[in-house]
């Protein structure tokens, strides 16, 4: 396990691009410090420029990098982080503007999976990440369903065993009350979000 992380690493760092378990659906992603794998990301992808991607990280203090944490954030994440939770909250100036939602916002999470987050954990910055498919497509819930064409595109595709068979719950924290905008892994019902 270990050797494939360092391995990911690396093809990160030169700015490659990674197919990947999760603790949801499987994924495919390029380090966030590297604005040209992002834009191959995408190309790869065939995802709309500007549409907004979320960024896996391993530690509370990349999340913090990354976004601006309140106290509504920083509570969701000590109850459901690592898990399938995905928390947009407002962008710090180190995220790219082209991963970026509406008001300068940001999806994160931190996912439930120990090769993966081994792996985060060995980044500056975590890694920007959506589901293994073409835009327009179902997500993968298992690596023999990752379309052949989409893992011949990136420069690794990791092996393991995702541990989920839905995508993360994504809430926008930016908003009062907090919005669900995709039900998922965690049960909207769950989550504390009137206030």
Known sequence: MEKQVVRAVSVLQKGGIIVFPTDTVWGIGAALDRPEAIKKLYE?????AFKPTAVLVG???????????????????KDFWPGGLTLIVKATSIVPLSIQGKNNTVGLRMPDHNLLLQLLNKLDFGLVATSANFAGMPAPTQKEVVD???KSLADLVLTGENSG?????VVDLTSRP???LREGLVPSGKLPLDN
């Not at 790869?44 to 709309?48: C, S």
């Not at 309140?70 to 509570?75: F, G």
């Open 44 to 48: 790869i992808k065939k995802r709309k």
């Open 59 to 77: 530690s509370l203090t990349q999340a913090k990098k990354l976004g601006e944490l309140n106290s509504r954030a920083i509570s969701l994440i």
């Open 148 to 150: 052949e064409r989409l």
């Open 165 to 169: 068979l839905e995508p993360s719950t």
């Open 178 to 180: 907090a919005k669900v």
